[in-house]
């Protein structure tokens, strides 16, 4: 693991210190580690939306594509 070292305001360094302390962080490098890991999500999601608002609309969503979801996720491929 690499080691990075950066340089905070005290206001930012005391609200890191509180968020570790009042939610369960062993260390401000795991909570630091959290919130990185969260914008990656972030960015990952809105990179799928906008794929999705881009792409052309097949087939209706309702309740039947649910339907045929759930199936394909169980196992059969009925239609």
């Known amino acids: 693991m690499s080691t990075m070292n950066i340089s905070l305001p005290d206001h930012l360094k005391s609200f890191v210190d509180e968020q570790v302390a009042g939610r369960g962080y ?6 630091i580690r959290e919130l990185i890991r969260r914008d990656q999500d972030r960015l990952l999601l809105r ?12 087939d209706p969503v309702d309740g039947r594509y649910f339907a045929g979801l759930r199936d394909r ?3 059969r491929h009925s239609k």
């Open 73 to 75: 996720v169980r196992g």
């Open 47 to 58: 990179g799928l939306l906008i794929d999705g608002a881009s792409s052309v609309q097949s």
């Open 26 to 31: 062993g260390t401000s490098s795991e909570y």
